[in-house]
């Protein structure tokens, strides 16, 4: 990358940073009134309890637990795409990992919440530490997600490090009250070879840790499910099959923020059809390795079709749930996929629809695991039924406005793109030093 | 129902006994009901609930079925059913018994009326030497691997915590580090 | 993971009669007689019952006094069955009445699933729910494989007796966002009294029954408890599972009742 187009890398990134225009305020704005809708119907629900949902004694699980583990699979964006890609050194991550790394956190902090708005008594979330049973699976999800925000918290902010001083750079002196913050947070980063290395170390140890993590936390999440005896969910693929949903929804996701963003932002010389397409490969190996463990799962039910598991096999394929599971089935797996890959024009585009699909299709197969496996019939009694009222679309509406909300505030004030990440993958180090060292010195600190 | 009116016609016919004095008791003859409980010689069989049926001048009382009966202290004081044995043409009959627990045992015989003979009952009293098995839950497999299972998972948990803690703490002084000497060496 | 409890019972005992004599004292209402080692609830060398029960479906007549007697008893909402009375088909097409109390699993998978312990089992074998632990995440309700929890979406019904406080064996009132069900009357057991629902019963199909002394009664029948079940051959429902259900029942093999 020549400076010159490195110095255009550079300007894009911190672009939307103390820019406080028009557009800004606007979605802020918009994103803050439904955010707040949502913090209201909670708050509706604080005061007058669970009954104003639309679950009862049979299906006593909706909503909320799909949300969470919806919204924690999205965050999974951040560890294939950052992680897994820096591990196997795909260069072409560099433009796309800090938007990932951000959906991530973003994502994970309102799926974290969604346990707390599901309990009857969440005044009492706090007596948890307190009376853990370290046999109960609820336990396995407060210790696997609060360790796997802590670590994408980290994840985040290391490889953010280097580029506090680019963007300090980029605010000038704009902004009197933020300089001492970002210095605190550049640990005083001046890109010297020691730095390097200790930063290099820190990241790559993060990076390694990261995915056994996201792989434990939603194994624990499926385990919730598959160690009841509930036909449908006690099914020993769940803790697999979860882990590739989150990793395909959440590929899904970071394809669909970085098509937004790189709209918005107008990052389009540096995030182009070739990133759509690999990210679209990448989708696509996922999605055909998701379509193989349900084909696994459905083939071992159904085959033997014993009384446990077949009335949920008849209300998906065939019953109530069938127009869903359907719906998922082709119109959020399998024609997204093809149109990601099939080749042709408007790749970008395809890629940005497919993924939508993908992420709609999740939610709905979250709904189709969690419903059906409450509803179903495990006393001589009739099917259960659901329906969600407005306090939980509101509240849903209102978390899913949140992470647009949290990224487009997190870039007013971090560069959209990882600048050190890309000179790393550039191998720039050594021809930009002297450029950086004058980019990084010129921050406004001591 | 028909308990309950068995029982009224009993003691419509006690009624009427007591009332016309020993003229009704005069047709029927007295039966007499001993009941003795002895150590069955199997051990694990616990004990012999013998009965004679007799009446009053020793004749036997045959044919007759008698019922056993535990007293029991469960939600008031209690006769639990234990089975029936039938007298022999000597007027013997006997169960085989196995207390439910040790300590204080207390049994009922009943014969009932049968031809001309009256209802008759007995008891006995006797410490239970031998009992049942005494009453042991299911207990839960693989109890004590599930616990080591938990506490190998809790220490890598911990584990993990800590090189969280690492990758943060050791780059953070790593990278101030570095610019201490950068600014030392700018200094110097 | 079952907790020892006679700490907890003392000291709910404790707890319930320092609170009902320091009301009693400023109300003149009598206070409640709250036993911690009631005679009926040991078998008579000392040892603590461990309660079960046997169900007999060639009596039950669908009537569903139980459950209102147990809805009564314990101030519940109506949509609260902690004896719930099933009608089912057999292969016959005939219908058969199945009432279901809460098992009190030995093996019980509520009890395993709980974040916090709320859900425990005590020294009698009942499984109890101590509502001021309980978070409400209703883990327990989905791994309840017969549906016998029931969570407090709304407010209970208003308490009869507004001052009295709940504890895991008399958990009345109920308490708005946490789980409850049936705990074998232990509330009533231990003062002699028979369950709400065996009480209640006009067709003497339950029976509570005590597993160390081998006990069983209706109320007016008692029956050696290892005997009724074998001669009768009671089966427990779903015991596939290993939960260990304490509930026996005795198949009604589609008969109809008999003018008893």
Known sequence: MDSLTRKRYVERAVWPIGRGDRNFWISVGVLSAMVAAGLFAWIYQLVNGLGVTGLNQKVSW??????????????????????????????????????????????????AVYPIIDLGRPDRF??????????????????AISTYIVASFVFLYLPLVP???????????RSRFLAPIYRILSLGWRGTPAQERALKRGIG????????????VHSVLALLFAVTARGGWHSTIFAPLFVLAAMLSGVAAVILVVTALRKVY???????ARHFRYLSYLLVALG??????????????????????????????????????????IGGLVFPLVLAVAPGRFPIARAGVAS??????????????????????????????????????????????AIPLILVVFFRFFPVMSVHEMDEVEGAEEQARPQLQIAYAGGGDD | MTRAMGGTIVVAVAALMLAFGNVALADHLKAICDVRATASAKLDQGYLLAVRLHTSDGKPVNETAVRFYQLVDFFGKREMYLGTATTD?????????????????????????RDHFTAAEGRTTFEAAVAAPAYEAETVPLSGFTKVVTGAVGTIVLAVWALIAFALISTARGVRRGARDLAQGDHA | MAQPVSRRQLLAGVGTLGASAAVAAATGMSPIHFQAAAKSEQTPDAKPRQWAMVIDLRKCDGCKKCTDACQTEHELPKSFEWIKVFQVEDKQGRVYNMPRPCFQCENAPCLKVCPVAATFRAQDGVVLVDQDKCIGCRMCMAACPYGARYFNYNEPPKPAHPFERPTPEHPVPQQKGTVGKCMFCVHRTVDGQLPACVEACAMEALYIGDLVEDVATNGRETVRLSQFIKENDAFRYKEDLSTGPRVYYIAGHGQLLDDV
């Not at chain 1, 055909?288 to 008849?314: H, K, R």
């Not at chain 1, 495990?378 to 306090?391: A, E, F, K």
């Open chain 2, 89 to 113: 043409g000597q007027g013997n009959a006997a169960l085989t018994f196995l207390p439910p627990t040790l300590g204080h045992v207390e049994i009922v015989a009943r014969s009932g009326a």
């Open chain 1, 356 to 401: 939508m699909l993908v992420v709609a299709g999740m939610w709905l197969k979250r709904f189709l695991i969690v419903v059906p496996g409450m509803a179903e019939p495990i006393m001589p009694w009739d099917w259960g039924r659901y329906s969600p009222t407005w306090v939980e679309v509101t509240i849903t509406i209102g978390s899913a406005a």
């Open chain 1, 126 to 143: 706090l007596t948890i530490p307190l009376y853990a049973q370290f046999g109960s699976p609820i336990i396995w999800d407060v210790v």
């Open chain 1, 62 to 111: 909706g909503f909320y637990i799909i949300n969470c583990v919806f919204f924690i699979g999205i965050s999974y964006g951040g560890a294939m795409t950052s992680a897994i890609l820096r591990l196997t050194n795909a260069k072409w991550r560099a433009p796309l990992t800090r938007i990932a790394e951000a959906t991530a956190v973003a994502a994970l902090v309102v799926g």
């Open chain 1, 288 to 329: 055909i390795g998701y379509l193989y463990f349900m084909i696994s799962e459905y083939v071992t039910e159904g085959y033997l079709l014993d009384a446990s598991t077949t009335p949920v096999l008849e209300a998906i394929f065939t019953g109530a749930y069938a127009p869903a599971f359907w719906a998922f089935s």
């Open chain 1, 205 to 216: 140890i993060m990076a390694i840790l990261i995915i056994p993590l996201a792989v434990s």
């Open chain 1, 163 to 173: 580029d506090v001083a680019v963007a300090s750079a980029a605010l000038g002196g």
């Open chain 1, 266 to 272: 107008g990052l389009q010389e540096f995030i182009t």
